[in-house]
Every structure is written in C-alpha cells, then in structure tokens.
C-alpha cells in the first residue's frame, strides 16, 4: 500500500503543472486555478487508492479541476451581480468565467481546447518569469507554480519568513493576471530566460538535496527540473546556458544512487561507490558539457558543468583533479559573487594548497556574511565545511563545535544525522 500511495503522489506532482497550466490556459487567473488543482489533487489522492488510478489520470485531474473552478467562478459571478444590485459597482479586476463551451480560439466544447501537454507547463514556467515581476517574485512563483514546493520550502530557501514569501507570491499572481497564455515570441524568451534557468536550478537544487524533512533526495523535484530543462533545450538548443545547465543536472543526478547508505544515511562524495554511480548519466552529461563550452563564452553553468565533469570522471576520490578544479572555481567567482561557489572554491583551495589555506578563505567568507548583516541567516554548510576542514587540519575540539553547530542549523534530518554522527565520532579517543 505504501508502494502504490508513493507511486500515486509521484504521479500527482508530475501532473500537477501541467494541469494548473491548462486551467490558466482556458480561465486566465493564477489563484482560483490553482486553488482549484489542489482541490481535484487532494480529491486524487482520496480516491485513487481506493478506486484505482483512471487510464488517463490528467484527464481526470483537469476535469475534476475545471469543474471546481468553474463552480467557483459562477459562485464568485453571482456574488459580484449581487453586489451590483446593491451598489451599482462593477470591480475593474471583476473576472467572470466564459460561458460553458466558449472561450479562446481554438477552445472545443469541454472549454479547454486542446489537450494538455508540455508546452503548457513550459508556457506556464515562461508566464511566472514575466518581465513584470521582480526576479525574487520570479522564482518564487515559478517554485510554487511549477515546481509544486510550498510556500513553507521557498520561504526556507530565501532564508525569509513564510508569511512574507506566502504574500510575495500572491503580489506575483495578481501581477500575471489577465496575462495572455502562450509562448512568449524570440525576444520576450531571451528577457526571460535567465530567469527560467535560475528557477530551473534551484527546483532541481530542492530535490538533489531536501532542505528539510526526513529525506536527503527528492527524487520527483530532481526528475521534474531535468525534465523542464530538456524542453527549454528544445526549444533553444544552441543555447550554452541552457546545455550548460543540463549537463549540470545530469552530472550530478548521476551521483544519486551512492549518496545515501543502507538506511537512507547521507554518505559524502569522497566517501562513495563510484562503482554505484550512474555511468550512462555520466557519458551524457560529459557530452553536454563539451557542447555547452563549444556553444559561446563560458557562463556560470557551462562552468558549474565542467567542475561536475571532473569529478565525475575520477574513479577515486583520490584521482579528483583538484587544480583544475580550483581554476575553474577562479574563473566562476570572478563571474558570480555566489556565496556556494564560494564555498566550493574555499573547498578547492584546501584539496590543493591544504586545510589550513582552505580555513582561512571559509573564514573569510563568514566575516563578509557578518559584515552583510546575514551572519545570523549563513547557510549551515559554511560550518559543515569549517568542521571538515578543521578535523583534516588535527584540531578536533573546533571541529567538533563546528560539527554539531552545523546540525542545529540544518532542518535536513539526514544531513544533521550525518553532522552529529561525525561530531560523536570526534568524542571517541581514536575518533
């Protein structure tokens, strides 16, 4: 049973977009849609482990969903024309639902026109990075939208309060709304692309590494973010972002089946089975990165693929090549003041110049969170690779506190384990 209500819920996010999509395709308006396709999800997930799941289960979402909204709409019609009466108003945002069987060119009878596929999810992805919205609204709207997170796991991701995400994401609804669905045309698309790729990363980011809850992967936001970028790549496939990206995901998603122990303990890079790793994902996302680099200047993911590469064509650990590694590091965070691939490269200086050498930039990098205002907000991980540091460099007692300050911090149940476990271990003499 518990296979069967898994392999349900996977089913239900992967429809989900593409469901939301053809109600904002068909009625126009983010909240009523998408309160609705929570509506037929919860109705789903009731009744599908009882009764089965339907030979064509988006087909059953997307009805269930258009009933509920277009219930909803009439109910919100007849409230306004109420209103009207009393006061002889019309709201200027009033939205009322096309009569049944009308609507857009090219809508058939059931009001929804053609069948539900990729490209709406893909035009949904393309409508929440809308040049209107900020591109903090941007991301939070296509997570939600699109990557199916809650708001609880973007407001976590931003390092911000749920109720200010949770009223960040509404602006952003209102702010589409009335928007025309389709495609953006050429010049729109590459307005919004950096965008799309950005939201693309951290969906794919949430899933390769859970940043709360008992699971360290999760698989359905991994899937779902390498899926999406496919479909940009189609759409644009001399784009070297774009394959730069991919190649990324492939790269790193290869590494899954080693990240985890016999009891779903988070097991560190240097500590894996390479033998476990996923070689065909591997030659891919190789590939993907050659042709990311061959296809324009180096950016950001084209670089962030190279370094994937490297590691991932090692057989050991020990084989890394680390000074090359660290050159591309050099090149990324002249690029991007991105505060991980500061830390990544922090990592990489220790490899090749020592724990010592490697300190002192983790160091560094925490003295600029502070003088930022953010110390109180740092990612975990700068404590996690100030532990790790620390322990190589022989001085246990800090490596210990850094350790378990690095598990307070995380609400990732497996990583916290991992960190306590290591901490414990320092407690032990031969530790």
């Known amino acids: 049973m518990g296979r069967a209500t898994d392999d349900i819920e996977d089913l239900l996010r992967r429809h989900a977009p593409q469901v939301l999509g053809a109600l904002v395709r068909r009625y126009g308006h983010f909240d ?111 997570l939600r939208a699109v990557g199916g997170l809650t708001t609880a796991e973007i407001a976590r991701a931003h390092l911000v309060p749920e109720a200010t995400m949770a009223q960040r994401i509404s602006r952003a609804k209102r702010a589409v709304r009335g928007t025309q669905f389709r495609q953006p045309d050429a010049r729109d698309r590459d307005q919004r692309l950096a965008a799309v790729l950005q939201v693309l990363y951290l969906i794919f980011n949430e899933g390769y590494t859970a940043t709360a809850g008992p699971d360290l992967h999760r698989t359905d936001l991994a899937r779902e973010a390498i899926r999406l970028t496919r479909a940009v790549r189609r759409l644009l496939p001399h784009e070297g972002r774009v394959t730069g990206l991919l190649a990324l995901m492939v790269l790193t998603e290869a590494r899954t089946p080693a990240r985890t122990g016999p009891d779903g303990e988070l097991v560190p890079l240097d500590e894996q089975d390479r033998a476990l790793w996923d070689r065909t994902a ?135 384990s991992y960190l306590r476990r290591r901490a414990d271990r320092l407690d032990r003499p031969d530790g």
């Open 282 to 416: 591997v030659a891919e996302g190789t590939a993907l990165a050659e042709e990311a680099l061959a296809q324009g200047p180096a950016g950001d993911y084209q670089l962030q693929a190279a370094i994937a590469a490297l590691h991932d064509e090692a057989e050991r650990a020990e084989d890394t090549d680390w000074p090359q590694i660290l050159a591309l590091y050099d090149l990324l965070v002249r690029r991007s003041p991105d505060p991980a691939a500061a830390l990544g490269r922090a990592v990489a200086v220790a490899m090749v110049e020592g724990p010592r050498a490697g300190l002192a930039e983790v160091d560094a990098l925490a003295e600029t969170a502070g003088t930022s205002g953010t110390a109180g907000q740092r990612n975990h991980r700068l404590d996690a690779v100030r532990a790790h540091l620390l322990e190589r460099a022989g001085d246990m007692t800090a490596a210990r506190t850094a350790y378990r300050a690095a598990a307070d911090a995380t609400l990732s149940e497996p990583e916290a």
């Open 32 to 142: 009523p849609a998408e309160d609705s396709v929570q509506e037929a999800l919860i109705a789903a997930a009731e009744q599908w482990p009882r009764d089965g799941i339907p030979n064509n289960p988006r087909g059953w979402l997307i009805r269930v969903a258009s009933r509920r909204l277009t219930d909803r709409l009439r109910s919100d019609e007849a409230r306004r024309r109420r209103e009207e009466t009393a006061a002889a108003l019309t709201p200027a945002d009033a939205f009322v639902a096309p009569p049944p069987g009308e609507g857009p060119a090219g809508a058939g009878p059931s009001g929804l026109g053609r069948a539900p596929s990729e490209d709406d999810t893909l035009t949904l992805l393309f409508l929440c990075c809308h040049p209107v919205l900020s591109p903090a609204a941007q991301i939070a709207l296509t």
